[in-house]
C-alpha cells in the first residue's frame, strides 16, 4: 500500500484535498479510504488523495450529511482538484495564471472570486497579491473576449480555488449551485 502512495504522489495523482477538525484526524482518513487511496501530508490535518470519481464521493457525502450528519464531522475542508502542477516562487503567480485561464469562458459575464490556501513558502509567496493579479487576468482575458466579469467577495457565481502543498498547487472552480448543494466544500 506504502509503494502505492508513493507511486501516486511521485505523479501528483491527487484529486481530492481533505482537512480535518482539530482532534478528527483518524476519524478523517477513515471516512475517506473507503473511497480511495488517501495520505496525510506534511501539514497539520491535511490530507491528499485520489477518487475515481469525485463527484460520486461528494454526492455520497452529501447524502450521508443529510442521514447521518454527525458522521462527516471530522471534515473541515473537501475540495475536488482538477488539476495539479508543480512551480518555483519565482514561477508560481504565471503558473496559477496559466492553469485557471482555462476556466474563463465559463464565467463569461459572471462574477468570481479567486483563493489560494498556500502552505509552504511563507513570507515567499504573498497569496492576496497573487489573488489579485490573477484576477485581473482573468478579467482582461474575458473583456478582450467581450465579456464583463467582475469579483464578487461575498457570493461568486463561480469560487476558483488553489491550494498548495510547498512546491505543488492542486486547482479547481466550483460554481455557487455546487457550493450550495455540498456545504462541506469549504474554502477559507
Given at each position: ?83 495539479v502542477f508543480d512551480f518555483s ?100
Open positions: 500500500m506504502h509503494k502505492e502512495i508513493e507511486e501516486m504522489n511521485e505523479r501528483h495523482e491527487w484529486n481530492i484535498l481533505a482537512t480535518a477538525k482539530p482532534g478528527y484526524g483518524r476519524q478523517l482518513l477513515d471516512l475517506l479510504r473507503p473511497f480511495g487511496q488517501f495520505r496525510w501530508t506534511r501539514f497539520w490535518d491535511v490530507a491528499i488523495g485520489y477518487v475515481p470519481e469525485p463527484m460520486s464521493l461528494l454526492e455520497e457525502f452529501r447524502r450521508q450529511e443529510e442521514t447521518q450528519p454527525d458522521k462527516l464531522e471530522p471534515i473541515s475542508k473537501l475540495l475536488p482538484i482538477d488539476r516562487v519565482e514561477t508560481f503567480e504565471e503558473r496559477l495564471k496559466d492553469a485557471l485561464l482555462p476556466y474563463a469562458d465559463r464565467i463569461d459575464d459572471g462574477s468570481f472570486l479567486i483563493r489560494i490556501e498556500r502552505r509552504g513558502h511563507a513570507g515567499e509567496i504573498h497569496s492576496h497579491n497573487v489573488e489579485q493579479h490573477v484576477g485581473q487576468a482573468l478579467i482582461d482575458y474575458l473583456a478582450a473576449n467581450g465579456h464583463h466579469a467582475t469579483v464578487d467577495f461575498e457570493d461568486p457565481d463561480y469560487l476558483l480555488f488553489a491550494e498548495t502543498l510547498d512546491d505543488q498547487c492542486g486547482i479547481g472552480m466550483i460554481d455557487r449551485r455546487t457550493r450550495l448543494r455540498y456545504p462541506f466544500l469549504r474554502i477559507h
